[in-house]
Each structure stands twice: as structure tokens, then as C-alpha cells.
């Protein structure tokens, strides 16, 4: 390349402001978004009251109060004490501590491992990127709630197992996505211009192609969280997720699991809403994010 | 058709050995086989069973060991029951065809049927209200649900109305001594079928509207429509024949899901199915079954995806088979 190309090649780089500029676009639009936008506050405020548990429950963990029994909700206990007398939301707040975690320490790692292969599939190509994907296949065939159970249960339930677990298998989602998006990005201007002013294989994948990944990766991410909450719920009522004493939403309501039948039924109905609500608040932010952008709204 | 059928299952053989290989090696390597003999204090049992396994050699070893026996039928004995690995996978899986066959059926229909609906009618109440219910299908754990629906649907009218026998059954697929398709079957059937399906009826409604609303704003539709085709023609006859494809397509990339699904409806519903045996083998850490096990599904699994390719040539007629 002569040296008009590198003055050129210097414009093409310019590209990449055009692409932050879109960063704070995409938060305009993100903020726009009503539903995704309550979601998230939805979502902050019941990581504070869980993560804050020990300041916002109404009652310690754990205190039992055996004269009292189970009653249902009332001013005393806003969501009703179970067998032992616990005052219901306060286990709930606490047990909501592992979940969320769970499913954040999941979404995170998953993506640094599944954007690390991803992207290095995608830039280098090859037998590399097509052994990834091989490996990626793999994991479609046998049912992911086997594989967790079965890993799990081959290394001892525990929390850290379980994110383990639920990491191993949810990297490939995200490496897929990632391996696409930069196997299209790496044929842009930009890139070809970094290449050609003599920036390493590591300098571009870091400077120039993870911050246009950002995107897809918030949504993938938002994606992890809700399968990792999900899954750790289902392995806990399978009996093969968080144990006692330590306790995640999954595992009281595994607990629950007992009451149908009985007039303690309220004890089944209160964590599975938790749940719920913290799913479709993180799904609503991930559609919010997808929206954001993709204005055009291809998804349908 | 039939060259590309003979391809395809030959390219699934190698991708089952090397996904059997792999599950060969992490649970040989999570698991101890011999747990159980080692508790019961018998050195000669176990060094015959170290002999036989060949676990005193490299993993390849032991793997083409395992796989020649596996190969010519010899599953072996399963430690937690005493009998043989495939009675017990055979006799397992026939009510998890019986519930899979069921599930699959009922969602397809209600979910090929949501798809017309809220593609047509985009935006109405209904669509709105269907596409607000696909959202909490997917945020809701499957077995919660399944739970709600045992104390809705049958615990609930019984205490309430004090009826002998609750209106559905939630334990096993028949009452004892019952066989055969009868009335009591599908009061036992409906609401497993319900749990089973609730998440995959979510996905797969949102994908086949999504599937629709792309026929609908076709070309070949416009014309249609141009030409003065009643709308009931161009829906079902264009629109809907257009969309098959890709929703069977999805539909048979989801077996892996449904197994899944599987597991967990006979574990609420008591169904002595694959699922139970499943559950019950990995309690009692019994490798003897959950090897074959895992390989059993995934071969299933793989089929299915075969069957996807070839429904998917057969419905789309521009997909050149090679």
C-alpha cells in the first residue's frame, strides 16, 4: 500500500467513531423503549432488596418461630411463614441471593469464554473456527438439563458447580453469534485498513472488533441470565442444584413442591413469581436492547 | 432423495461416535463406576470388574472396549436394579414415546394454529394477548407450572367440590389395572401434556408468526392478491404452505428441548418413562445406565435433525437435494 493508502486507511478508521457515536444512539433508543426500561429498573431493584437482604428483609434468615407455624400472608408476614415459622419473603430475599447470582455469574462468564472463542473462530478461520463449531454441535444433542444434572452430580452439588455447569454449556450460544458477527465484520473497510497501517491480530480483535460486538453481546448476555436462572431452578427441583442449607429460589420451590394440596399451597406460588418476574424483566431488556439496535425492527 | 438420505446418515455416524466418546470420557471420568462393589468390601469382585471394564488402561481403551460390547448389544447390567441396561431402556421407553408423541402433536396444532392467527389478525387484541402469553411461557419455569396446573386442575375441584376422584390425574399414565385408550388415558395425559408443551407451543408460535407475517409481505402474495385470490386461499394455500418449512424446521431442531422437557414432566407426573430412569440412575450413580441412556437420545436426537432436512426438501421444493 502506498502511502495515499494509509491516508485513506486513517479515514476508514474513522469509521469507528461513526460506531460509538451509535453507542450513545442505542441508548437513546434503549431508554425510549418504556417496557425495557421498567424492566430494568424492576430488575435493579429486586438485585438490592436480594443482594441487600440482610439490611431489607424483615426478619433474619433462617428464624424460626415454631409456636407460629405456617399462616398465610398477612401484615406480620407480607407473603405468609412456612412449616417452621420463617417468615416467607425473607427467604425468599435471601434465596434470591444464589439465584441472581447464579444467573449473572453464569451470563458473565459464558460470555468472556464464548466471545474469546467466538471471536477467535470468526478472525482465524480455518480448522480452528470449523473445530469450534463442531464442538458447539456437540452440545445440541443430548438435553442440556441431562448434561447439567449429570455434570453436577458427577462433581458434587454446590453453587459453584452449578455455574460451572451451566458456563460449560452456555458459551456455545454465545461463541456462535460471535463467530458470525465477526466472520462479516472482518471483510469491512476497517478492518482491512487496521491491517494495512500494521496492527496485530490481537490489537484488531480487541480495538477494532469488540466494540462493535457490544450489541449482540448485551443481548446475548441478557439471554444467559434468563436460561442460567431457569436451569439452576430446574436442577434445584430435580434435586440435583443448590442444597441445603443453602437456598435458591429453584430449591424452595422444590421445597414446595410438597404443599399442593394443602393450605400451605401459597408457599408453591410466591418463588416461582420471583422467578418470573425476573426472567421476563431480563427478557424485556434483552428485546429492549435487540430493538435498539435494530430500529428497523427485521426480528418481527 | 434417496442418495442424500444414504449421505446424511452416513455423516450422523461419525458425529454419534465422536458426541458417545465424549460422554464416555466425562462421565468415566466424574464417576466411579464401581462405588458400589467397592462399598461391599469384595477385592476380588472389584478387581474382576477392573479386569472386565478394563480400568487399569488408557481411556481410548477402555472406550473401544465399552463401545464393541455397546455395538453388539451387550449393555450390561445396571448396578442400582441388578437387571439388564436394555430391558430397562426398552421397557422405559414406551410411555416416553406414548408422552413425546402427545406433546408434540397437541403443540404443533396449537402452536401452527396461534402463528395464522396472530399473523393475520397482527396487533388485535388476541395477537397481543397471545404474544403477552408466549412471554410468560418462556420466563416461567416448566415444572412450576406443571405444579400449578396439578393443584388447579385436579386438587383444587376435588377438595373443593369433594369429588371421589380428582377430574384429571397427575400419577402415571393409567389407573392400575386400566390399559389401552380410554377415557381415563387422556385424563391422564392432559395435563402432563399441558406442562410439556407450554414452552416449546411459546417459542414455536413466535417463530411461526414471525414465519407468516414473512410470507405474508411476499411477492408471490402481492400478486396473488392482485389477482383477486379470496384471502382464505392466500392464507392457507401461500401464506401457510410458505411458513411450513422453516416451523418444521425449528420444530425438529427443539427434540433435544423436548427430552429435556421429558425428564421433568415424569419426574412431577410419576411416568415411568426414560426421564424417571434417568433421574433415578444419576441418584444412584449408575453409570451402566446413564452412558447407554445418553447415547440412546442422541441418536434420537440426531435423527430427528435428519428428518428436519428431509422435511425440509420435500416442503420446499427449491431446496436442491445433493
Known amino acids: 500500500m502506498s502511502g495515499a493508502g ?19 444512539q442505542l441508548l437513546q433508543r434503549f431508554l425510549k423503549h418504556r417496557l425495557a426500561l421498567t424492566s430494568l429498573i424492576v430488575l435493579l431493584l429486586l438485585m438490592i432488596v436480594c443482594f441487600g437482604a440482610d439490611w431489607v428483609a424483615p426478619y433474619p434468615q433462617g ?8 399462616t398465610p400472608p398477612s401484615a406480620e408476614h407480607l407473603l405468609g411463614t412456612d412449616e ?10 435471601y434465596a434470591g441471593r444464589i439465584s441472581l447470582a447464579i444467573g449473572l455469574f453464569v451470563a458473565l462468564l459464558s460470555t468472556l469464554v464464548g466471545t474469546t472463542l467466538g471471536a477467535l473462530a470468526g478472525y482465524l478461520g480455518g480448522w ?3 473445530l469450534l463449531m463442531r464442538i458447539t454441535d456437540l452440545f445440541l444433542i443430548v438435553p442440556a438439563i441431562a448434561l447439567l444434572a449429570v455434570i453436577v452430580q458427577g462433581l458434587g452439588p454446590s453453587p459453584v458447580t452449578i455455574v460451572f455447569a451451566l458456563t460449560a454449556l452456555g458459551w456455545t450460544y454465545i461463541a456462535r453469534v460471535v463467530r458470525a458477527q465477526v466472520l462479516s465484520l472482518r471483510e469491512k473497510d476497517f478492518i482491512d485498513a487496521a491491517r494495512g497501517i500494521g496492527a496485530s491480530n490481537l490489537r484488531i480483535i480487541i480495538a477494532h472488533l469488540l466494540p462493535n460486538l457490544a450489541g449482540v453481546l448485551a443481548v446475548g448476555m441478557s439471554l444467559a441470565v434468563a436460561s442460567a436462572i431457569i436451569a439452576e431452578s430446574t436442577l434445584s427441583f430435580l434435586g440435583f442444584g443448590v442444597q441445603s442449607p443453602q437456598t435458591s429460589w429453584g430449591s424452595m420451590l422444590s421445597q414446595a413442591a410438597g404443599y399442593v394440596g394443602t393450605p400451605q399451597v401459597y408457599l408453591l406460588y410466591f418463588p416461582g413469581l420471583f422467578i418470573l418476574v425476573t426472567v421476563l424483566a431480563v427478557n424485556f431488556i434483552g428485546d429492549g436492547l435487540r430493538d435498539a439496535l435494530d430500529p428497523q425492527g427485521k426480528h418481527l | ?23 464416555f470420557w466425562a462421565v468415566r471420568s466424574t464417576f466411579d463406576p464401581l462405588a458400589k462393589l467397592r462399598q461391599a ?5 472389584v478387581a474382576r470388574e477392573i479386569e472386565r471394564l478394563g480400568l487399569d488402561r488408557s481411556i481410548l481403551e477402555q472406550y473401544f472396549l465399552w463401545l464393541r460390547s455397546f455395538v453388539t448389544g451387550d449393555w450390561g447390567t445396571s448396578s442400582r436394579t441388578g437387571s439388564p441396561v436394555l430391558q430397562l431402556i ?10 413425546a408423541f402427545w406433546g408434540l402433536l397437541v403443540a404443533v396444532i396449537v402452536a401452527g394454529l396461534v402463528s395464522v392467527y396472530s399473523a393475520v389478525r397482527r396487533y388485535s387484541l388476541g395477537d397481543n394477548l397471545l404474544t403477552g402469553a408466549a412471554y410468560l411461557g418462556i420466563a416461567m419455569p416448566a415444572f412450576w407450572f406443571g405444579l400449578i396446573l396439578i393443584q388447579t386442575f385436579a386438587v383444587w375441584p376435588k377438595q373443593q367440590f369433594g369429588l371421589a376422584e380428582p377430574p384429571l390425574y397427575f400419577i402415571g399414565l393409567h389407573s392400575p389395572g386400566q390399559d389401552g385408550f380410554d377415557l381415563d388415558y387422556i385424563r391422564h395425559l392432559v395435563l402432563p401434556v399441558a406442562a410439556l408443551m407450554i414452552a416449546l407451543v411459546a417459542t414455536w408460535s413466535r417463530f411461526g408468526r414471525a414465519a407468516m407475517l414473512d410470507a405474508m409481505s411476499s411477492d408471490y402474495v402481492r ?6 385470490v379470496p384471502r382464505r386461499q392466500i392464507i392457507w394455500r401461500h401464506a401457510v404452505r410458505n411458513s411450513l418449512a422453516p416451523f418444521v424446521t425449528v420444530v425438529a431442531l427443539d427434540a433435544a428441548v423436548l427430552i429435556g422437557g421429558l425428564v421433568v414432566t415424569e419426574q412431577i407426573f410419576a411416568i415411568p418413562g426414560m426421564g424417571r430412569l434417568f433421574l433415578d440412575s444419576l441418584v444412584a450413580g449408575d453409570v451402566f445406565v446413564l452412558l447407554p441412556w445418553m447415547i440412546v437420545v442422541a441418536i434420537a436426537v440426531v435423527i430427528c435433525n435428519l428428518l428436519a432436512d428431509i422435511g425440509y426438501a420435500l416442503l420446499d421444493p427449491r431446496v436442491r437435494l445433493r
Not at chain 1, 417452621?84 to 430475599?93: H, K, Q, Y
Not at chain 2, 468390601?41 to 469382585?45: K, R, V, Y
Not at chain 2, 426398552?90 to 408422552?99: F, R, V, Y
Not at chain 2, 400478486?223 to 383477486?228: E, I, L
Request: no cysteine; proline share 5%; glycine share 10%.
Open chain 1, 128 to 130: 480452528v473456527g470449523e
Open chain 2, 223 to 228: 400478486t396473488a392478491r392482485a389477482k383477486g
Open chain 1, 63 to 70: 428464624q424460626q418461630d415454631l409456636l407460629l407455624g405456617p
Open chain 1, 6 to 24: 494509509l491516508a485513506g486507511s486513517e479515514e476508514l478508521l474513522a469509521e469507528q467513531d461513526v460506531q460509538q457515536g451509535s453507542g450513545r
Open chain 2, 41 to 45: 468390601q469384595d477385592p476380588t469382585a
Open chain 2, 90 to 99: 426398552g421397557e422405559a421407553l414406551w410411555p416416553t414415546i406414548q408422552l
Open chain 1, 84 to 93: 417452621l415459622g420463617r417468615d416467607f419473603l425473607s427467604e425468599i430475599l
Open chain 2, 1 to 23: 432423495m434417496f442418495t442424500f438420505i444414504i449421505r446424511r446418515v452416513l455423516y450422523s455416524i461419525p458425529v454419534i461416535l465422536v458426541a458417545s466418546f465424549v460422554l
